[in-house]
C-alpha cells in the first residue's frame, strides 16, 4: 500500500509527501532452520513489515534546479539464515536469526546550477542514520542433521549500525560544455559513517560472559564494539569529443578516469568472520576481511554514428 501527494506553491516551487507500508515473506533459504537438510520453519515465521515515508522539496528555476527531502523507513520481523564453521561446537552450522528490526532515516540534498552557458555546478548530499533496533534471536543447527544446537539466543546487536554503505556521503561536479564540441567534468566524492559488518554470535553472552564477569573491560570492548572507517573520499574526471563529419556521421570519444589521486587506502567494507575464538577470545584469530578501492582506472569509449 502506498500513497503520495504533492503540494504547488507556484509554478516553480512544490512539496511533496509519499508513505508506504508492505509486507514480504522470507525467502526460502531464510525461513527454513536448515535448508539443505530438513523441513523445518523457524518459530514464530512472520512476514517482514516496511513502513517508509518521505517529504521533499523542490525548486525548479531557468538556471537552478534544487531538491531537498527527509525519509524515514523501519524494517521490522527481517530474518537472515547464514552457513559456516562453528569454533565452540566444531561443524558446520546454519545460523538462524530472526526477530531482526532496523530504522534508516536521514536527509537528502540535491542541485544543478548553470553558472553560464559554458560551466556547470552539481552537488548532492546524503546524510542518516541507520541501525539496529532490538534483539534478535538466534537458532544454530548443525548443517547435517536435525539438531538445534542452540534455541533463541539472544543477540545484543541494539544500536549497532546496519552496514553496506556509508551512512554520510557526498559528490560535486564542475563540467564544461564546449560550443566546439568538447566537454570536461571533474568531481570530488566524499564518504563517512561506514563501519564493519558484525558477527551478530559475538555478541552474544556466550561469548563475553567470563569476560565481562572478571571485568576485563579492554578485551570485552575488543570483542563486541563495531570498527568504523576512517572517512575518505575520491577525485574522478572525464573529457569528451565530439566531431561531425561531412555526411552527417558522427565520432564521438570519452575517456573517463576514476580515483585520479590512486587512494589505495580507501576500505569500501568489510565483515567479521562469523568463525570465532571462543576458548582464547583472540579476535585476530579470525581477523576480519575488508574490501579496498580500485586505483587510479579509466575506461575509454569510442562511438561512430553513421549517418
Known amino acids: 500500500m502506498k500513497s503520495g501527494v504533492t503540494y504547488k ?27 539443505r537438510v530438513r523441513d523445518q520453519v523457524a518459530n514464530n515465521l512472520q512476514n517482514e513489515k516496511i513502513t517508509s515515508f518521505d517529504i521533499s522539496y523542490l525548486a525548479r528555476y531557468t538556471s537552478f534546479k534544487a531538491r531537498v527531502s527527509a525519509f524515514y523507513t523501519h524494517f521490522k520481523d527481517k530474518i537472515t539464515n547464514d552457513v559456516f564453521y562453528h569454533e565452540d561446537f566444531r561443524t558446520f552450522v ?6 531482526i528490526n ?47 544446537i542452540v534455541t533463541d539466543r539472544v543477540v545484543y546487536i541494539n544500536n549497532y549500525y546496519v552496514t553496506g554503505s556509508p551512512q554520510i556521503a557526498g559528490t560535486i561536479d564542475l563540467g564544461y560544455r564546449s560550443p566546439k564540441y568538447w566537454n570536461f567534468n571533474i568531481n570530488i566524492n566524499g564518504f563517512s559513517k561506514n563501519y564493519l559488518s558484525i558477527n551478530p554470535d559475538r555478541r552474544t553472552e556466550a561469548a563475553v560472559a567470563d569476560i565481562y564477569k572478571y571485568g576485563e573491560s579492554t578485551l570485552f570492548n575488543s570483542i563486541v564494539d563495531q570498527v568504523k572507517f576512517k572517512d575518505n573520499f575520491t577525485v574522478d574526471a572525464s573529457i569528451g569529443k565530439s566531431h561531425r ?61 553513421f549517418p
Open 102 to 148: 532496523t530504522k534508516h532515516y536521514g536527509l537528502e540534498l540535491g542541485f544543478d546550477y548553470n553558472i553560464n552557458p559554458l560551466f556547470t555546478l552539481r552537488g548532492a548530499i546524503s546524510v542518516g542514520d541507520y541501525f539496529y533496533t532490538d534483539r534478535p534471536l538466534a537458532t544454530i543447527s548443525r548443517d547435517n542433521s536435525a539438531e538445534d
Open 245 to 305: 563529419f561531412k555526411n552527417r556521421s558522427i565520432l564521438r570519444i570519452n575517456l573517463n578516469v576514476g580515483n585520479l589521486l590512486n587512494n589505495r587506502n580507501f576500505v569500501t567494507g568489510g565483515f567479521e568472520q562469523y568463525r570465532f575464538d571462543f576458548e582464547g577470545k583472540d579476535i585476530d584469530k579470525f581477523a576480519p576481511r575488508y574490501f579496498y578501492a580500485y586505483g587510479i582506472n579509466y575506461t575509454l569509449g569510442i562511438a561512430y554514428i
Open 94 to 99: 546454519n545460523y538462524l536469526m530472526t526477530n
Open 9 to 35: 506553491i507556484d509554478g516553480r516551487n512544490y512539496i511533496s509527501l509519499n508513505g508506504t507500508y508492505r509486507t514480504r515473506a522470507p525467502f526460502a533459504e531464510e525461513a527454513y532452520v536448515s535448508p
